[in-house]
Each structure stands twice: as structure tokens, then as C-alpha cells.
């Protein structure tokens, strides 16, 4: 079984920069991604980022490639995502989340998933 809990949302201006973390515990297998997820209201959740174990692999989402960057810290099991250049749009709760294997790593069908942050932009 593995927990993912994620922390760092908040509330920012437009331009400004947050940072979120998740820490995992239990099974995080080397087959397997770590990804960033979020969903507005009244949205789908949608694809934001994700890591594979090693951190050789790397994608993100076109809406958030070159502000966000997203780095994980096996030693300590955790996974975070630097927010710059935050955008009104980029409002949304955002997720953790923990994928087995190697494949769909963009859809949200993901096997584990913390329990979501709050991100609010100001413009």
C-alpha cells in the first residue's frame, strides 16, 4: 500500500511562484512514474507532469513546459513541482499521484493518488 501526501499549495499573484511536495511512503517501484495532476471546477482532471523513478524520464504538459519543473528526491521519497510564471489559469487543486509501469503515464489512471493541494492564482 502507499500514501501520497502532498503540501505547498496556497494562494499567489499572477507572476508569482509556489512549491509543491509529495511524500510517498510504502512500494514505489522502478518501473513507475510519479506524476502531477489537477482539475479546476467544473473540469476534467488533466495531465501536468510527471517523473520516472530514476528521474531519466521527464513530460510535461504544453499548457506548463518552461515554468514548471518537476524533480523528485528518492533518498527521502518525495517528488516536487516548482510553479514560476503562475498564471490566473493555473488555478486548480492539484494532485499526486503514483503510476506502476510504463505506459499512459499522461492519463489520470494513475494506482495511487494523494488527497490534493489548493492552488489559487490572483490575477
Known amino acids: 500500500q502507499v500514501q501520497l501526501v502532498e503540501s505547498g499549495g496556497g494562494l499567489v499573484q499572477a507572476g508569482g511562484s509556489l512549491r509543491l511536495s509529495c511524500a510517498a511512503s510504502?512500494?514505489?517501484?522502478?518501473?513507475?512514474?510519479m506524476g502531477w495532476f489537477r482539475q479546476a471546477p467544473g473540469k476534467e482532471r488533466e495531465f501536468v507532469a510527471c517523473?520516472?523513478?530514476?528521474?531519466?524520464?521527464?513530460y510535461y504538459a504544453v499548457s506548463v513546459k518552461g515554468r514548471f519543473t518537476i524533480s523528485r528526491d528518492n533518498a527521502e521519497n518525495t517528488v516536487q513541482l516548482q510553479m514560476n510564471s503562475l498564471k490566473p489559469e493555473d488555478t486548480a487543486v492539484y494532485y499526486c499521484?503514483?503510476?506502476?509501469?510504463?505506459?499512459?503515464?499522461?492519463?489520470?489512471?494513475?494506482?495511487?493518488w494523494g488527497q490534493g493541494t489548493q492552488v489559487t492564482v490572483s490575477s
Open positions: 510504502g512500494r514505489t517501484a522502478s518501473r513507475s512514474y
Open positions: 499521484a503514483l503510476k506502476y509501469g510504463l505506459y499512459d503515464i499522461t492519463s489520470p489512471v494513475y494506482d495511487y
Open positions: 517523473i520516472s523513478q530514476g528521474g531519466g524520464s521527464i
